[in-house]
């Protein structure tokens, strides 16, 4: 089991920064695929990006290229989403999620273990 708690959310002016923070706990020392999603509201979860186990191999959605980054420090358990030049569309609930092995999937149904997420509101 890995249990995984998102922070860093909040209120944001449009074109500001936030860093998300994952912090995981369990069982993480098997290799483990970590993306993020996000949900606004009315939609259905999206995939925002994911990173291999080595941090080696990222993965973005199209439309959020050159804006979020994603990374991770395995010392810490610990996965981060730098996003920036926020958007009024970004908006929603921001979930970490963790699938057990190498390869990195950008369904949401391949991955095994989900936080509560964090609410991150861009204001226009």
């Known amino acids: 089991q890995v249990q995984l708690v998102e922070s860093g959310g909040g209120l944001v002016q449009a074109g500001g920064s936030l860093r998300l923070s994952c912090a995981a706990s369990?069982?993480?020392?098997?290799?483990?695929?970590m993306g993020w999603f996000r949900q606004a509201p009315g939609k259905e979860r999206e995939f925002v990006a994911a990173?291999?186990?080595?941090?080696?191999?990222?993965n973005y959605a199209d439309s959020l290229k050159g804006r979020f980054t994603i990374s991770r420090d395995n010392a810490k358990a610990t996965v981060y989403l730098q996003m920036n030049s926020l958007k009024a569309e970004d908006t929603a609930v921001y979930y970490c999620?963790?699938?057990?092995?190498?390869?990195?999937?950008?369904?949401?149904?391949?991955?095994?273990?989900w936080g509560q997420g964090t609410q991150v509101t861009v204001s226009s």
């Open positions: 990173i291999s186990w080595t941090g080696g191999r990222t």
């Open positions: 999620a963790a699938d057990q092995g190498t390869v990195i999937f950008t369904t949401e149904r391949m991955y095994d273990y």
């Open positions: 369990g069982r993480t020392v098997s290799p483990y695929t």
